[in-house]
């Protein structure tokens, strides 16, 4: 088992430097940032010029990429001591062209640790992300949980309950679910929830105070309940419908009906046998679930005004704020990535048939 | 969503807005104002970005402004309707002030009964240390710029300070209010060094020493700032700070801003957005909010191309000299400009865009401002004097079908003989006023023979498209600009602003009398209101008769506070001049 984790964990290393690659070249495609943060009246082109230094988004993208991973510490450097840069390798000395070297390269690149600062709020990246990754978190887990649970019931009851009420009532929740837009269900749930009904608050992750953090999770339910349902959409109706095609199949299984005819219960044939079993292909949607989750993130967390990861990496796509956006990008692929992984260790668990190799 | 581009002077006006923009009144709060610190806190909501820092010499942004301006003391105290500054006015540390005979030197006078939150006192020492740091070019401050013209600045005593500028200038004071006081004894504490005074350092979000009405309490990042009230802070209204705290409170959506005010969440929003208007205007008839108008400080308008869009180069050479930049093949022609004017039913618009709310001007400067020339109308919806500009400018209706665009013949100035009168309305999506707005004004403009194609991006897309000036014209909500600098537009005229991808000049106008007359204006000697007025009325009619930007409409701006909320009481140049004496019983 951990030798097949290991061997998946580097096949994903290739797999996470080309959604990086993906991602950086579609960023800088997007556009210079420097006309965006320096759009204002009194930004002299020097101004602009010096920032577009300081930024190195001058630079072609390739190296771009390569000091936002490797950093640019070893693109030019000082062997003099004297702050100025003596040495040099892809970068020229004198990037700006003022007669004078510059000075030599700090970054040290995402591979050790450096996320660099936002060019927006100024901050460490890293910084930015991990403040708030908790919100995120507790929405998106939650939400797969829940999910995971009730969709798991539905597609099961439909099933068992082939062609009566629950089943096609299970099918048009499944249907209705997976239609509704994120974003429409978030306003009209705050709307008549919050704004109508005055049941639940509008928005925002903990009730307004004067200190410095919000309460436990347990003081502050009633805050995750819209969006934690919005989230948990998408994912009662991929895993309602998957289970119920899953039963379905087992079910018609020729062992389950010699079970039957041995005299064994429909609950425990039900519940020890054909859910177990129908499970196996259930656990390959763990991957695209959370997948799933974090791109839903960026709207939901916004229109619930909920400060996670998914409201950050709005923000900073429309501000053009490449080092969070590229965090945010990791944070994504890494959780993507994981999540494949455990969905297959999850099908090897379930299913003992199937040996790691 | 409201979108607006509050690119200009925000840092001015958030600067200006420092506590000291708030002049002596005589005071009486109303019955039932609650005692020291006892009313519930003043909840804003911030519909900007997260604040990036709490360092008023590094501010940026518009959010930080916001917050900076309730925790450092300003220069000059301005008077809450005029906005004009008011010598030893509330909130302000210039006691009086004397200027030199060349207009150069500012001599101010600073008040000695204001101490920062660790007991030290303001002094001229704060102001210069500030000034230092921010001209000593080791620091990244944007207000740098903003203060080129200031060429020194002294602190003999600590209660004066001498501010010496380069050349003369009328608005001198507003430019030296830009200074921020800043606590220089913490801050070399903090900052050994002006190189250590990095964006990230971490004590630009947590500013222990401040001076304002409240002081810092706490960042939630992406929730909130919150301040307490400043019980020491010498100049609350009646004495003390009634609200208990101020918390800047991060909303992603205005909708929710608007559901969670009317829940009771937030105290009051400063400008609401248009499609909620009707709607608040009659909760605030029936008495269950507190609802209010004023002018505003922005206008939409409408950016003509004027010079070849596929050839953009800047307006001026290093020496200053105008560089032939072509004209575009349309816009190029002030009778086309004149006709896309006249072709708009501003009326129309108003009624399906601004919900009756905006007002037409024909004036660049804002019809609050001193200098704004009534005598300057606004263009009149005349569809047959459109039609014949457009044929005399020799753009024809060569097959007398309304569905297609007018086509240039030989007449034509810059255009080819053939060419549609066909061109790009570049604008941003997101913003249902402005969205309105183009689909209204394609419509309006087809009935005289314009085809305009809607090119609707990104904001942030857009803002790249039009600096690079190759575009034929755009739509932008712009502001708020302060009535009492009348050159704070000449920004978007001024041929030196006229720079491919930087300058805010993206129409590339270039007129010699109007910049002589804007710069004279602008550095008049003695600065007498009434000869600057004349240049101001001649500069506004140039640019009416040339109409290098079409500005849409003049709208209001409304407001709305919680109804429990005591003493709230706007003025037109300052919503919060009175917020130490803001009055709301706790929930």
């Given at each position: 088992m951990i030798r097949y984790i290991i061997r998946r964990l580097l096949q994903a290393i290739p797999t996470f430097f080309g959604i990086t690659i993906i991602s950086y070249a579609l960023m800088s495609a997007s556009g210079n940032p420097v006309r965006v943060l320096s759009f204002r009246p009194d930004s002299s082109v020097e101004e602009q010029e010096r920032l577009a230094n300081v930024l190195g988004v001058n630079d072609p993208w390739v190296i771009q990429y390569l000091r936002w991973l490797l950093g640019d510490d070893w693109?030019?450097?000082?062997?003099?001591?004297?702050?100025?840069?003596?040495?040099?390798?892809?970068?020229?000395?004198?990037?700006?062209?003022?007669?004078?070297?510059?000075?030599?390269?700090?970054?040290?690149?995402?591979?050790?640790?450096?996320?660099?600062?936002?060019?927006v709020k100024k901050r460490p990246v890293l910084d930015l992300i991990f403040e708030r990754m908790p919100a995120t978190l507790e929405l998106s887990v939650s939400s797969l949980v829940i999910g995971t649970i009730i969709g798991l019931i539905i597609g099961i009851a439909a099933a068992v309950n082939r062609g009566k009420a629950i089943d096609n009532a299970s099918r048009v929740i499944a249907v209705v679910f997976d239609a509704i837009p994120g974003f429409w269900l978030s306003l009209l749930l705050l709307l008549i929830f919050g704004s109508q009904l005055k049941l639940l608050p509008i928005g925002d992750r903990c009730k307004l105070t004067l200190d410095d953090s919000c309460p436990p999770i347990y003081e502050r339910l009633e805050y995750m309940v819209l969006p934690v349902f919005v989230f948990a959409t998408g994912v009662i109706s991929g895993y309602s419908r998957l289970m119920r095609a899953s039963m379905l199949d087992v079910l018609g299984q020729d062992y389950i009906r010699t079970a039957l005819s041995k005299g064994l219960s429909n609950r425990m044939m039900l519940y020890r046998h054909a859910a177990r079993n129908a499970m196996i292909p259930i656990a390959t949607f763990l991957g695209p679930a959370i997948t799933g989750l974090l791109g839903g993130a960026v709207v939901i967390e916004t229109i619930f005004n909920y400060p996670g990861v998914g409201r950050t990496l709005f923000e900073a796509a429309t501000s053009r704020d490449y080092p969070v956006v590229m965090a945010a990008v990791i944070y994504g692929a890494l959780a993507t990535i994981l999540g494949y992984l455990i969905s297959d260790i999850l099908y090897a668990w379930i299913d003992p048939r199937i040996r790691f190799t | 969503m409201k979108v607006s581009l509050r690119l200009v002077f925000f840092v001015v006006l958030a600067l200006a807005a420092l506590v000291g923009s708030v002049a002596a009144q005589d005071l009486q709060p109303a019955e039932g104002t609650l005692g020291p610190g006892e009313g519930a806190p003043i909840v804003e909501p911030n519909f900007g970005g997260d604040v990036a820092t709490l360092n008023p010499i590094l501010v940026s942004d518009g959010s930080s402004s916001d917050v900076v301006a309730r925790l450092f003391p300003g220069l000059i105290a301005l008077d809450p309707d005029s906005g004009l500054p008011v010598k030893g006015g509330d909130g302000g540390m210039a006691l009086d002030w004397a200027v030199s005979e060349d207009g150069l030197v500012y001599t101010f006078t600073l008040r000695s009964d204001w101490n920062w939150t660790d007991g030290n006192p303001v002094t001229a020492t704060d102001f210069k240390y500030a000034f230092d740091a921010i001209t000593s070019g080791e620091i990244d401050s944007r207000i740098s710029a903003a203060i080129a013209n200031i060429a020194s600045v002294e602190a003999p005593d600590a209660t004066t300070l001498v501010v010496t500028f380069n050349t003369p200038e009328c608005s001198a004071l507003l430019t030296a209010q830009y200074v921020p006081f800043v606590p220089?004894?913490?801050?070399?504490?903090?900052?050994?060094?002006?190189?250590?005074?990095?964006?990230?350092?971490?004590?630009?979000?947590?500013?222990?020493?401040?001076a304002g009405d409240f002081q810092f309490a706490n960042f939630r990042p992406g929730e909130q700032v919150t301040l307490l009230a400043n019980q020491d802070y010498p100049d609350a209204q009646i004495g003390y700070v009634v609200p208990e705290g101020y918390v800047y409170k991060q909303v992603a959506d205005q909708l929710v801003g608007v559901e969670q005010f009317l829940a009771g969440d937030?105290?009051?929003?400063?400008?609401?957005?248009?499609?909620?208007?009707?709607?608040?205007?009659?909760?605030?008839?029936?008495?269950?909010?507190?609802?209010?108008?004023?002018?505003?400080?922005?206008?939409?308008?409408?950016?003509?191309?004027?010079?070849?869009?596929?050839?953009?180069?800047?307006?001026?050479?290093?020496?200053?000299?105008?560089?032939?930049?072509?004209?575009?093949?349309?816009?190029?022609?002030?009778?086309?400009?004149?006709?896309?004017?006249l072709a708009v039913d501003h009326e129309a618009l108003d009624a399906g865009a601004f919900a009756g709310l905006g007002t037409a001007i024909g004036s660049f400067l804002l019809p609050q401002s001193w200098a704004?020339?009534?005598?300057?109308?606004?263009?009149p919806y005349d569809l047959e004097?459109?039609?014949?500009?457009?044929?005399?400018?020799?753009?024809?209706?060569?097959?007398?079908?309304?569905?297609?665009?007018?086509?240039?013949?030989?007449?034509?100035?810059?255009?080819e003989p053939g060419t549609p009168l066909a061109f790009d309305m570049t604008s941003f999506s997101g913003n249902p006023t402005i969205d309105a707005t183009v689909v209204l004004m394609q419509d309006q403009l087809s009935r005289v023979g314009f085809q305009m194609n809607l090119d609707i991006i990104e904001f942030q897309t857009m803002i790249g498209k039009i600096l690079s000036q190759n575009f034929d014209t755009t739509m932008l909500f712009i502001g708020p600009f302060d009535p009492n600098d009348p050159n704070g537009a000449y920004e978007l005229l001024d041929p030196s602003g006229d720079i491919v991808?930087?300058?805010?000049?993206?129409g590339s106008y270039y007129n010699d009398e109007f910049s002589s007359l804007m710069e004279e204006a602008r550095s008049l000697p003695g600065c007498d209101p009434v000869a600057r007025k004349a240049l101001y009325d001649r500069a506004q009619e140039i640019i009416r008769e040339d109409l290098p930007i079409y500005i849409v409409t003049n709208s209001t701006v409304q407001y709305v506070a919680q109804p429990d909320l005591l003493n709230y009481d706007p003025r037109q140049s300052s919503l919060r001049w009175n917020i130490t004496m803001w009055s709301q019983v706790p929930r």
């Open positions: 693109m030019r450097w000082d062997t003099g001591e004297d702050g100025v840069a003596d040495r040099a390798v892809l970068l020229p000395l004198d990037a700006d062209g003022d007669g004078e070297n510059e000075p030599p390269g700090e970054r040290l690149g995402v591979v050790r640790g450096d996320f660099g600062n936002s060019f | 220089s004894v913490k801050y070399q504490e903090v900052y050994p060094t002006f190189a250590d005074m990095t964006a990230d350092h971490p004590y630009n979000m947590a500013p222990e020493v401040t937030v105290t009051f929003i400063e400008s609401i957005p248009d499609d909620r208007v009707a709607e608040l205007k009659a909760l605030g008839d029936a008495g269950e909010l507190i609802y209010g108008e004023g002018p505003s400080a922005s206008w939409h308008y409408v950016i003509f191309n004027t010079a070849d869009p596929a050839n953009p180069q800047n307006g001026l050479d290093d020496s200053g000299n105008p560089i032939e930049q072509g004209q575009h093949p349309i816009f190029g022609d002030v009778r086309v400009r004149r006709a896309f004017a704004y020339n009534d005598a300057v109308a606004p263009w004097q459109a039609a014949a500009l457009l044929d005399a400018a020799g753009f024809v209706d060569d097959d007398n079908d309304p569905a297609t665009p007018r086509v240039a013949t030989e007449d034509a100035l810059y255009a991808d930087a300058g805010l000049n993206i």
